[in-house]
T-cell receptor, first 114, second 114 residues
Framework: GDSVTQTEGLVTLTEGLPVMLNCTYQTAYSTFLFWYVQHLNEAPKLLLKSSTDNKRTEHQGFHATLHKSSSSFHLQKSSAQLSDSALYYCALSGASSGSWQLIFGSGTQLTVMP | DTTVKQNPRYKLARVGKPVNLICSQTMNHDTMYWYQKKPNQAPKLLLFYYDKILNREADTFEKFQSSRPNNSFCSLYIGSAGLEYSAMYLC?????????????FGSGTRLTVL
């Protein structure tokens, strides 16, 4: 079935430094990739989504570009803020066990230090 | 209002006892989902309702039941809790946006089985 890989479980940065969270995927069908963000004690919320190859998608200071050639959808931000500390999930709209579903990576916990 | 509400926020259960988790949404979304999230693992889809049609994942088919008495409510039922059921349970509903189903999550119910 389809799968999503987030290689970093924990990322710790100093405020003001750039953010890059990795996401690669494997799919036979899907073209939609997502980033969800979950702040402490809150619900996961959609941050970005894209289905267009090589087009930059931006929201709330974050951006990501879907690269189908490398099966990647890395999340970036030029300058980290304390409020960016959260759990970030990359997800794929794909097929697993014969049914359509949103397939998540294991998540990257981003901690931004002062 | 794009809110999905889950009750309770924390749930303590005894091994062998039943557990019932509740989710509601007022967005009139046709599809509602239940995910299980364990530490350092990706959220795992347990089941989803499209309207009144229940779809359960093959590997969790016998472990979880659900009901959806109306469009707004969806429950997750565990008949006999085991230690392995300890996890965060996330409910979500979805609507089609820009060609893809966008999920709206609740804040989750943290279940601890003792």
């Amino acid at each position: 079935g389809d799968s999503v890989t987030q290689t970093e479980g924990l990322v710790t940065l100093t405020e003001g430094l750039p953010v890059m969270l990795n996401c690669t995927y494997q799919t036979a069908y899907s073209t939609f990739l997502f980033w969800y963000v979950q702040h402490l004690n809150e619900a996961p919320k959609l941050l970005l989504k894209s289905s267009t190859d090589n087009k930059r998608t931006e929201h709330q200071g974050f951006h990501a570009t879907l690269h189908k050639s490398s099966s990647s959808f890395h999340l970036q931000k030029s300058s980290a803020q304390l409020s960016d500390s959260a759990l970030y999930y990359c997800a794929l709209s794909g097929a697993s066990s014969g049914s359509w579903q949103l397939i998540f990576g294991s998540g990257t916990q981003l901690t931004v230090m002062p | 209002d794009t809110t999905v509400k889950q009750n309770p926020r924390y749930k303590l259960a005894r091994v062998g006892k039943p557990v019932n988790l509740i989710c509601s949404q007022t967005m009139n979304h046709d599809t509602m989902y239940w995910y299980q999230k364990k530490p350092n693992q990706a959220p795992k889809l347990l089941l989803f309702y499209y309207d009144k049609i229940l779809n359960r994942e093959a590997d969790t088919f016998e472990k979880f039941q659900s009901s959806r008495p109306n469009n707004s409510f969806c429950s997750l039922y565990i008949g006999s809790a085991g230690l392995e059921y300890s996890a965060m349970y996330l409910c979500a509903s979805s609507r089609e946006e820009g060609g893809a189903e966008t999920l709206y999550f609740g804040s989750g119910t943290r279940l601890t089985v003792l």
